[in-house]
């Protein structure tokens, strides 16, 4: 079975096993679903073609998390519903329904749900134009000393 296809079963077939491996990265109860991406970025004609933007709605179950990851590009992450603990540089936050925060991707953070419901957010992401459409943007933290290759703007 290739990758790709192992990361697709395990992103929807969470609810039916235990922890599971997603590009690499360690999660349990997480399901994502793309709600609208943007490749023509209008008066960013410079950018258009290089970059696109996405939103996902991105669901962690009652007892879900995400071990250690980074992400392609940039974000804005909104809570729409539950509790979600945020570790990033050492630091702890718990954010709940309405509260939006922003990630640079570069950085290794984790998350997990610690609610009693489950985690529903928005993430508006800007990633590379070559990501292929229904690809996430989860890549696993780097190894001390290396770099992240990420797919060419």
Do not use: W
């Amino acid at each position: 079975m290739s990758n790709k296809l192992a990361a697709c079963l395990a992103l929807f077939c969470l609810s039916f096993a235990g922890a599971a491996r997603a590009d690499g990265v360690d999660l349990k109860g997480f399901h994502a679903k793309a709600l609208a991406e943007l490749a023509d970025l209008g008066h960013l004609s410079e950018l258009t073609g290089k970059y696109k933007i996405r939103v996902t709605q991105v669901t962690m179950d009652e007892t879900g998390y995400m071990h250690a990851h980074h992400h392609v590009g940039p974000g804005i992450r909104c809570m729409v519903s539950g509790e979600m603990a945020y570790a990033i540089g050492g630091k702890t936050t718990v954010y709940k329904a309405g509260d939006c925060f922003t990630e640079t991707g570069a950085q290794t953070h984790e998350s997990s749900n610690v609610g009693k419901t489950p985690v529903v957010l928005l993430n508006f992401e800007l990633l590379p134009a070559a990501l292929p459409d229904g690809k996430g943007s989860l890549i696993p933290e780097p190894k001390e000393g290396e770099g992240h290759s990420h797919p060419a703007p």
